[in-house]
């Protein structure tokens, strides 16, 4: 019964690691391992960072400065945002970010001439998700976004 109870999140969390999405993001985390210290780690333990619970965000403080690490998460996410879309249409998407010391801004992700992506951010410091299956939905969904807004205009965006 122990199992049962088990497996679900188990099968989640796998299916998680298999999306394009994520395998993008592992990349390019793994692309920053200089001195091979996450050489043997599993792609889990890379992404145990990106991954916040409920409680966890309710003891962090309503307003606080972004941690580097924290900001260095959100650049590696919508990098990998913008490598799943060029994976999937061939075009290269380059994200830029504008964040405040106090953990607000905007984030673009442009693909020529075209915005794909426009998100406002806040609460820096408490960017993260729920489960990997939620971090892979999330960044599943802004790369499919922003590849309907480049075939809905495919002159600009190639430009």
Known sequence: MFDA?????????EA???????????RLIRAQDANGAWEGKPDADLLRDFIISRDQRRAM??????????????????AAVGLAIEERCGLMASPMMEISHEGFGRVLLTAGRLVVLSRTVRDVHRFGF????????AGTKLAGDAIAAIEAYPDVARA
């Open 5 to 13: 109870a088990v497996t679900p999140a188990v099968d989640e969390d």
């Open 61 to 78: 403080p309503i307003i606080g400065d972004p941690d580097p690490d924290v900001l260095w998460r959100l650049d590696k996410f919508y």
């Open 16 to 26: 998680a690691l298999a999306t394009p999405f994520v395998k993008c993001l592992v």
């Open 130 to 137: 729920e489960t990997l299956w939620k971090l892979a939905a």
